[in-house]
Protein backbone atom coordinates (compact mmCIF):
# COMPACT_ATOMS: atom_id res chain seq x y z
CA UNK A 1 0.00 0.00 0.00
CA UNK A 2 2.88 2.49 0.87
CA UNK A 3 4.76 1.67 -2.45
CA UNK A 4 1.44 2.39 -4.40
CA UNK A 5 1.31 5.61 -2.82
CA UNK A 6 4.77 6.76 -3.61
CA UNK A 7 4.86 5.28 -6.77
CA UNK A 8 1.48 7.27 -7.74
CA UNK A 9 3.27 10.36 -6.40
CA UNK A 10 6.20 9.68 -8.95
CA UNK A 11 4.26 9.09 -11.95
CA UNK A 12 2.21 12.08 -11.16
CA UNK A 13 5.36 14.43 -11.14
CA UNK A 14 6.71 12.93 -14.42
CA UNK A 15 3.05 13.40 -15.92
CA UNK A 16 3.33 16.91 -14.81
CA UNK A 17 6.12 17.78 -15.94
CA UNK A 18 6.11 15.94 -19.44
CA UNK A 19 2.74 18.17 -19.73
CA UNK A 20 4.77 21.10 -18.75
CA UNK A 21 7.72 20.55 -20.74
CA UNK A 22 5.11 20.19 -23.72
CA UNK A 23 3.48 23.58 -23.90
CA UNK A 24 6.51 25.37 -22.58
CA UNK A 25 10.35 25.80 -22.59
CA UNK A 26 12.12 22.70 -20.79
CA UNK A 27 14.45 25.12 -19.10
CA UNK A 28 11.19 27.11 -17.33
CA UNK A 29 9.63 23.66 -16.08
CA UNK A 30 12.53 23.35 -13.97
CA UNK A 31 11.43 26.38 -12.39
CA UNK A 32 7.83 24.67 -11.62
CA UNK A 33 9.92 21.82 -10.50
CA UNK A 34 9.28 22.69 -6.71
CA UNK A 35 5.72 22.88 -7.50
CA UNK A 36 5.42 20.11 -8.91
CA UNK A 37 7.29 17.72 -6.50
CA UNK A 38 5.40 19.98 -3.63
CA UNK A 39 1.57 18.90 -5.25
CA UNK A 40 2.37 15.63 -5.58
CA UNK A 41 4.34 14.42 -2.59
CA UNK A 42 1.22 16.10 -0.45
CA UNK A 43 -1.28 13.57 -2.25
CA UNK A 44 1.79 11.48 -1.58
CA UNK A 45 1.31 11.57 2.41
CA UNK A 46 -2.24 12.03 1.73
CA UNK A 47 -2.79 8.69 0.43
CA UNK A 48 0.00 6.69 2.36
CA UNK A 49 -2.57 7.60 5.34
CA UNK A 50 -5.97 6.98 3.92
CA UNK A 51 -4.69 3.46 2.53
CA UNK A 52 -2.63 2.54 5.62
CA UNK A 53 -5.25 3.87 8.45
CA UNK A 54 -3.82 2.72 11.86
CA UNK A 55 -0.91 0.30 10.47
CA UNK A 56 1.43 3.08 10.52
CA UNK A 57 2.71 4.34 14.25
CA UNK A 58 4.44 7.44 13.30
CA UNK A 59 2.18 8.55 10.53
CA UNK A 60 4.18 11.96 9.89
CA UNK A 61 8.02 10.79 9.42
CA UNK A 62 6.51 7.72 7.15
CA UNK A 63 4.90 10.33 5.52
CA UNK A 64 8.14 12.48 5.59
CA UNK A 65 9.59 9.02 4.28
CA UNK A 66 7.61 8.03 1.18
CA UNK A 67 7.67 11.83 0.30
CA UNK A 68 11.41 11.96 0.19
CA UNK A 69 11.33 8.75 -1.81
CA UNK A 70 8.62 9.77 -4.08
CA UNK A 71 11.49 13.03 -4.42
CA UNK A 72 14.17 11.05 -5.07
CA UNK A 73 12.67 8.27 -7.47
CA UNK A 74 11.10 11.14 -9.43
CA UNK A 75 14.70 13.33 -9.61
CA UNK A 76 16.25 10.49 -10.82
CA UNK A 77 13.87 9.53 -13.79
CA UNK A 78 13.89 13.73 -14.82
CA UNK A 79 17.66 14.00 -14.65
CA UNK A 80 18.31 10.72 -16.85
CA UNK A 81 15.65 12.24 -18.95
CA UNK A 82 17.11 15.66 -19.31
CA UNK A 83 20.39 13.70 -20.19
CA UNK A 84 18.95 11.68 -23.05
CA UNK A 85 16.67 14.84 -24.37
CA UNK A 86 18.35 17.60 -23.27
CA UNK A 87 22.16 16.54 -23.04
CA UNK A 88 22.70 17.99 -20.08
CA UNK A 89 21.90 17.74 -16.47
CA UNK A 90 18.79 20.79 -15.87
CA UNK A 91 18.80 19.98 -12.01
CA UNK A 92 21.58 21.06 -10.27
CA UNK A 93 22.24 19.85 -6.36
CA UNK A 94 21.08 23.19 -4.55
CA UNK A 95 18.19 22.77 -6.62
CA UNK A 96 17.81 19.02 -5.60
CA UNK A 97 18.03 19.54 -1.95
CA UNK A 98 15.28 22.06 -2.17
CA UNK A 99 13.19 20.04 -3.41
CA UNK A 100 14.10 17.02 -1.56
CA UNK A 101 12.73 19.66 1.67
CA UNK A 102 9.89 20.82 -0.10
CA UNK A 103 8.70 16.89 -0.83
CA UNK A 104 9.67 15.94 2.92
CA UNK A 105 7.78 19.09 4.40
CA UNK A 106 4.68 18.90 1.70
CA UNK A 107 4.04 14.85 2.30
CA UNK A 108 4.23 15.49 6.09
CA UNK A 109 1.52 18.21 5.36
CA UNK A 110 -0.64 15.97 3.05
CA UNK A 111 -0.29 13.40 5.89
CA UNK A 112 -1.58 15.95 8.79
CA UNK A 113 -4.28 16.80 6.62
CA UNK A 114 -5.37 13.16 5.74
CA UNK A 115 -5.27 12.62 10.17
CA UNK A 116 -7.72 15.51 10.36
CA UNK A 117 -9.89 13.87 7.90
CA UNK A 118 -10.14 10.90 9.70
CA UNK A 119 -10.93 12.97 12.36
CA UNK A 120 -13.45 14.98 11.19
CA UNK A 121 -15.05 11.47 9.68
CA UNK A 122 -15.20 9.68 12.97
CA UNK A 123 -17.23 12.48 14.31
Not at 53 to 67: D, M, S, W
Request: charged fraction near 10%; proline fraction near 1%; include cysteine.
Amino acid sequence: KAIFAVLSGVIGTLVLAAFCAGIMDIYSVVKYLPWIVGFNTAMTGFSLIEKTQNLIRRKHLAAAGAGVANVVIALGALMLLSNYFAGENLIGVSSAILIVVIGAICSAAGAWLAIKAQQVKKT
